[in-house]
Structure formats: structure tokens, C-alpha cells
């Protein structure tokens, strides 16, 4: 049979040989297009996705192969490298310690400031004329007649309300404004963090483990009989002895929170549900009441605890590291700049930022097509991508 096929190939015009190559060719094109559809669909499956991932992150820090290929003498020189850098990694660490003592020494300059900023916003002190006339930028200058009709709505405001104390609802509006932390909030939330007074920042003593407090500090309330509600992040500048490599810093290892002395009946943290029950025997119904926790921006006082082992379950790991982050923005971010998250000009200026990097990656998504678009075997049809509304999120 194959001397048969071998026969008709030789007695094939060659004309019909090219013919023949042709349709393998397209053939082999359509063979292409539609694994690259199914490599598509395959890749916008989550499942598949999340099964591809966790393989990938298996294969991280597993040799290629490269270092067993290298000759032993080169090993050797190798091993010493890695010995230097885990001195260097050490060296690291004694500089992050310096660096919080900086942040130390810092904080006590920032304070006295800080202090005025919480006596205006809880009307404890009045700034002086001086103290509050502030330059416009030259974009922002108004004409004579434009300041003074400005100046005409807010007399006739000011006379519609009563003369407001301080800076009302400061803290609470910096909260709305910002979108990590807006998230934690409930709607029964609101009317407690409107006696919300300051929010402070202590780091730990020298000599002591690093560490840092956020302080929130409130008037008295019909809410809880507290004053001041703390919360204690611990941190580690230290390389991990059974992974060196790893150490970029600082991190938080663990925090604790402070009991919260809730008035009865105004505890948010936690609400009432009832539930029906009935009797198998005698079919009879009853209504149990029940408390289950709710969501409110105050579980933040009671994070969940990391055990001695430190293996924790994948929910509460999602729920510290979150906290972790939380901590890390109101420390650098919030207490610092709280007036500007309050007017919404550091908003602007992280949303700039994100811009500039949407840009970029845009950016590197034109220079991708129009390389595409330059290369002759390039089909678009073939590289067409799903509809928006189609992707998997």
C-alpha cells in the first residue's frame, strides 16, 4: 500500500504538489487558529486559571537547572556570594532600625503640630486671622468681583446656620473620603466616628521591639464610655534565618486591639437575629433569638489573633493582611496629610499617580499592536479579542 502511495506521489504533476502543500497549509492555519481559541476560552476560566497560578507559585525559588550545570569550583564561588548577601541582608535590617528611631525623633517634631490641628478641629482653639489667610495658586486667584460675591454668600450662609464649632464631622469626612477606609464603613458607623476627636501615632521606646500605636481619641458619647480606642501593630526589621532572601523591610507580625465598653443596646459590632425553629415531634414553632457578629468599621479593635505557630486559616490571613495595610496607610498616609484627605487635593494626587502609571501601561499596549500591525503574518481576526462585557472578572 505505501509502494502504492509512493507511486501516485512520483506520478503527481508537480503543479498538484503545490496544490497539495497549499491545502496542508491551511489546513495547519485553521489547526492554529482554533487551539489559540481554545487557549483563550481555557485562560478566561477561573478555575484554570487559579490551577495555573498556584503551579506557578510552586515553581518559585526551584532551580532552573543553570547552577547544577555549573562546574564545582564555580559553585563554591557562588555559595560565597550568597553568604555576602545574606550580611548585606543583615546590614538591611540595621538601617530600617535606624530609620524608625528617625521616625521616632520626628514624630515628637510633627506633634506640637498636630496637637494645634486636633485643638481647631474640636473648636479648643481659634486660629488667628493670620493663621488662616492662605495663598492661591495663580490658577485659583478670583477677580475683586468674584471674591466679593464669594464673600456675600458665605455672610449669607454663615446667617442661615448656626455658628459651627470647630471643623465639624473632620474625621469622619476623611474616612468617606477615602476609599480603603470607606469600605469598613456602616452606615451605623457614622454617627459615632462624628465624636471621633484625633487620631495619634506613638512608636515604641528605644531599646524596645518596634512597634507602633494608633491612637483614636474620643468626646464623650452615648456609644461607649471609652475615650480613647488603641490599636498596636508589632514589627520586625530581621532577615528570616530560614529565608534571608526574602527580607525588603520592615513587616508587621501581629497586632492587638483594646475591649471597647460598648453602652448597652449601642453595640454595632454586633446585632440581633430571630429564627424560627420547629419541633420535629410535635410541629410546634418557636422564634430564637440570636446575636451574631455585624459588619462595623469597629472590628477593627478586635483583629484576630496570629498563633504561636503562626499558621492561620486563608480567611483570617485575608483579614490581617488587610488590617496590616490599613495600619500602614492612617500611620503614613492619614494622620500626616488628614486636611488634604479632608479637602480631597491627596485624592486627586493618588489618582494622578494612577493615571500616569494607566497611561504608561497604555502606552506599552500601543507600542504591542503597532508591532503587530508591522509584522506581515500578523491576522487580526485571528487576534481578536472577546468583548469587554464577556471577560471574566
Known amino acids: 500500500m505505501a509502494d502504492l502511495d509512493n507511486k501516485d506521489q512520483a506520478e503527481m504533476d ?9 491545502v496542508e497549509e491551511e489546513e495547519t492555519g485553521e489547526d492554529n487558529s482554533k487551539a489559540r481559541q481554545l487557549t483563550m476560552q481555557m485562560m478566561q476560566n477561573p478555575q484554570i486559571l487559579a490551577a495555573l497560578q498556584e503551579r506557578l507559585d510552586g515553581l518559585v525559588g526551584s532551580p532552573s537547572g543553570y547552577m547544577e550545570s555549573l562546574p564545582k569550583v564555580v559553585k563554591r564561588r557562588v555559595n560565597a556570594l550568597k553568604n555576602l548577601q545574606v550580611k548585606c541582608a543583615h546590614i538591611e535590617a540595621k538601617f530600617y532600625e535606624e530609620v524608625h528611631e528617625l521616625e521616632r525623633k520626628y514624630a515628637a517634631l510633627y506633634q506640637p503640630l498636630f ?42 450662609k454663615d446667617e442661615e446656620k448656626e455658628d459651627p464649632k470647630g471643623i465639624p464631622e473632620f474625621w469622619l469626612t476623611v474616612f468617606k473620603n477615602v476609599d480603603l477606609l470607606s469600605e469598613m464603613l456602616q452606615e451605623h458607623d457614622e454617627p459615632i466616628l462624628k ?46 534565618e530560614s529565608d534571608p532572601f526574602s527580607f525588603d523591610g520592615p513587616e508587621i507580625m501581629g497586632c492587638t486591639g483594646c475591649s471597647i465598653d460598648w453602652v448597652k443596646g449601642k453595640n454595632v459590632t454586633l446585632k440581633t437575629i430571630k429564627k424560627k425553629q420547629k419541633h420535629k415531634g410535635r410541629g ?42 490599613i495600619g500602614h496607610f492612617i500611620r503614613e498616609r492619614i494622620v500626616p496629610r488628614a486636611v488634604l484627605y479632608f479637602t480631597g487635593e491627596a485624592i486627586e494626587d493618588d489618582d494622578d499617580d494612577y493615571d500616569e502609571e494607566g497611561e504608561e501601561a497604555d502606552d506599552e499596549e500601543g507600542e504591542e499592536e503597532a508591532d503587530e500591525e508591522n509584522d506581515p503574518d500578523y491576522e487580526p481576526k485571528k487576534d481578536a479579542k472577546p468583548p469587554e462585557e464577556c471577560k471574566q472578572q
Open 14 to 22: 508537480p503543479a498538484d504538489m503545490e496544490d497539495v502543500e497549499e
Open 115 to 156: 496637637d494645634k490641628r486636633s485643638e481647631i478641629v474640636r473648636a479648643a482653639y481659634e486660629p488667628t486671622d493670620e493663621e488662616c489667610e492662605w495663598k492661591q495658586d495663580e490658577e485659583e486667584e478670583l477677580t475683586e468681583e468674584m471674591k466679593e460675591k464669594a464673600k456675600v454668600e458665605e455672610e449669607k
Open 195 to 240: 465624636h471621633l476627636q484625633d487620631i495619634k501615632v506613638k512608636f515604641s521606646d528605644a531599646g524596645q521591639p518596634m512597634s507602633f500605636t494608633l491612637e483614636f481619641h474620643f468626646e464623650p458619647n452615648e456609644f461607649f464610655t471609652n475615650t480613647l480606642l488603641t490599636k498596636t501593630y508589632k514589627m520586625r526589621s530581621e532577615p528570616d
Open 284 to 325: 410546634t414553632v418557636r422564634t430564637v433569638t440570636k446575636t451574631v457578629p455585624n459588619d462595623s468599621f469597629f472590628n477593627f479593635f478586635s483583629p484576630p489573633e496570629v498563633p504561636e505557630g503562626g499558621e492561620m486559616d486563608e480567611d483570617s490571613e485575608a483579614v490581617l493582611a488587610a488590617d496590616f495595610e
